[in-house]
């Protein structure tokens, strides 16, 4: 079945540092979304790419979906206390149905 | 405007037990789903409903059955619980299969002892 792997699994940074996120693809994807999880919380969607080599920017979130469409990344610039959760990414799971979720990567930020 | 609802958000079972896992969405959505989170595991779908009538297994469907009530309710039930179905439960709904962002309930924390 497909795989969806993150890395890096955690990532511990000081407030003001870059933080990047990967997502990988067994299977190319019609479309990959994002979601963020804060501590004790539910996933809440930030974003979906459709298009090869797309980059959509929220703030100093900026997405890329790659060429192939089989991976992704989330680049934070200047991270945030605020940034602190977990970054999941998703994708299509063999239907149109369902969305497979990748396994994460938890974004911890100290001052 | 409540979103997707989830009741309980936290039970206590022991081995053997059974429960059911109520989740309504007010956003007159399609697609209704039942994740599962464990640690280091990320979020693992157990069942889904693409559309009211229809429903399908996820990745990790042993130990559990679903019924789409109607279009707004999706239950999940545990016809007797383990201590490997200790987790948290997350239901979502989406306007209509993956080319939609999913709507995440808040939650039921589930241990069974």
């Known amino acids: 079945g497909q795989q969806v792997m993150q890395i890096p699994q955690y990532q511990h940074v000081q407030e003001g540092e870059d933080f990047t996120t990967y997502c990988n693809s067994s299977?190319?994807?019609?479309?990959i979304q994002w979601y963020k999880q804060r501590p004790g919380g539910h996933p809440v969607f930030l974003i979906q790419?459709?298009?090869?080599?797309e980059v959509k920017k929220q703030k100093r979130l900026t997405f890329q979906f790659g060429e192939a469409k089989k991976n992704s990344s989330l680049h934070i610039t200047a991270t945030q206390t605020t940034d602190v959760g977990t970054y999941f990414c998703?994708?299509?799971?063999?239907?149109?149905?369902?969305?497979?979720f990748g396994t994460g990567t938890r974004l911890q930020v100290t001052l | 405007n409540a979103g997707v609802t989830q009741t309980p958000k936290f039970q206590v079972l022991k081995t053997g037990q059974s429960m059911t896992l109520q989740c309504a969405q007010d956003?007159?959505?399609?697609?209704m789903y039942w994740y599962r989170q464990d640690p280091g595991m990320g979020l693992r779908l157990i069942y889904y409903s693409a559309s009211e009538g229809t429903t399908d297994k996820g990745e990790v469907p042993n130990g559990y059955n679903v019924s789409r009530l109607n279009k707004r309710e999706f239950s999940l039930r545990l016809e007797s619980a383990a201590p490997s179905q200790t987790s948290v439960y997350f239901c979502?709904?989406?306007?209509?299969?993956?080319?939609?962002?999913?709507?995440f309930g808040n939650g039921t924390r589930l241990t069974v002892t």
């Open positions: 790419l459709v298009k090869s080599g």
């Open positions: 979502a709904s989406s306007e209509l299969g993956t080319s939609a962002p999913l709507h």
């Open positions: 299977t190319t994807l019609s479309n």
């Open positions: 956003m007159n959505h399609n697609s």
């Open positions: 998703a994708g299509p799971g063999g239907t149109a149905s369902k969305l497979t």
